[in-house]
């Protein structure tokens, strides 16, 4: 695992996967969102984007582990070399819960998002409503990936977190 993409609905534990992988892999994380979001929500320009993400990868020799929740990197061509594809595909009523639980604590908090937006309650309630869109879409972008990429990448995907961690981590 030197390239690694993580997909999967917010709350899936995309980023608790990444943290461990980067941890016991030595990879760079890239959390996807922290390049993408503005401040107020407002989405970054596709050429800043795709600079700072670029940049931040470094080297084409660099060794990381991003995680994302929709196929936007893999349109824009930017993970080419991605040497291993994880899906966590969890119920999409789990990620809604603890998506919730997490907005509400921000909320309560007033906690600033990589250093950009703060969670209002209308984000809050447009996330839920953008999970239930993205839901299938995620299934369908981790089948093309298997069809694009064939053997030359590692596929995975699990339906909860435990396997995930049993398998990856352990």
């Known amino acids: 695992m030197q390239?690694?993409?993580?997909?999967?609905l917010p709350g899936s534990g995309k980023t608790t996967l990444a943290h461990g992988l980067a941890a016991k892999h030595g990879l760079k994380h890239v959390e996807v969102d922290s390049f993408y979001?503005?401040?107020?929500?407002?989405?970054?320009?596709?050429?800043?984007f795709s600079q700072n993400i670029r940049n931040y990868l470094g080297d084409p020799g660099d060794r990381w582990v991003i995680d994302n929740y929709s196929s936007k990197l893999v349109e824009m061509?930017?993970?080419?070399?991605?040497d291993t594809v994880?899906?966590?595909?969890?119920?999409l009523h789990r990620c809604m819960g603890r998506v919730a639980r997490r907005s509400f604590g921000r909320l309560v908090g007033r906690q600033k998002l990589w250093d950009g937006p703060t969670e209002?309650?209308?984000?809050?309630?447009?996330?839920?409503?953008l999970m239930t869109k993205?839901?299938?879409?995620?299934?369908?972008?981790f089948l093309r990936?298997?069809?694009?990429?064939g053997a030359?990448?590692?596929f995975f995907r699990f339906v909860n977190n435990q396997h995930a961690s049993a398998k990856l981590l352990d």
Request: aromatic residues 8%.
């Open 120 to 129: 209002t309650p209308l984000s809050a309630l447009k996330l839920q409503w």
């Open 134 to 141: 993205w839901h299938k879409g995620l299934s369908n972008t």
């Open 77 to 82: 061509g930017m993970i080419d070399e991605v």
């Open 152 to 154: 030359d990448v590692q």
């Open 86 to 91: 994880i899906l966590l595909d969890l119920p």
């Open 3 to 8: 390239r690694v993409l993580i997909l999967g």
């Open 145 to 149: 990936l298997q069809e694009e990429k």
């Open 37 to 48: 979001w503005g401040e107020k929500w407002q989405r970054v320009d596709y050429d800043t």
